[in-house]
Nanobody, 124 residues
Framework: QVQLVESGGGLVQSGGSLRLSCAASGRTVSSSSMGWFRQAPGKEREFVAVVGKDDDSTFYADSRKGRFTISRDNAKNTVYLQMSGLKPEDTAVYYC?????????????????WGQGTQVTVSS
């Protein structure tokens, strides 16, 4: 059984930084494309970033490009999302997800496994 467990969320002031972690078990992060999504209250879940299965290529949603960095540590079977320059509109529950396919999937339906989410709150 695949489990994804996110951590690292919390309350941060506008302009601050956080690093989210996603620890995987039952499946290695190197065998999946690993993505981050987020969902704010009353809004749909939206794509944040993905690191590809086949190499370390990455893809970001435009509004996160330059502020967020996704990375993968295969030895620790963990994926990270480094967030800087945080804004109040970044407040959301952040989810880690795994997609077995190739490429850089950016749609939620492409992901088979999901974590429980970690709350990020950015105060103004």
């Amino acid at each position: 059984q695949v489990q994804l467990v996110e951590s690292g969320g919390g309350l941060v002031q506008s302009g601050g930084s956080l690093r989210l972690s996603c620890a995987a078990s039952g499946r290695t992060v190197s065998s999946s494309s690993m993505g981050w999504f987020r969902q704010a209250p009353g809004k749909e879940r939206e794509f944040v970033a993905v690191v590809g299965k086949d190499d370390d290529s990455t893809f970001y949603a435009d509004s996160r490009k330059g502020r967020f960095t996704i990375s993968r540590d295969n030895a620790k079977n963990t994926v990270y999302l480094q967030m800087s320059g945080l804004k109040p509109e970044d407040t959301a529950v952040y989810y880690c997800a795994a997609a077995p396919g190739h490429g850089l999937p950016s749609f939620a339906y492409e992901y088979y496994y999901w974590g429980q989410g970690t709350q990020v709150t950015v105060s103004s």
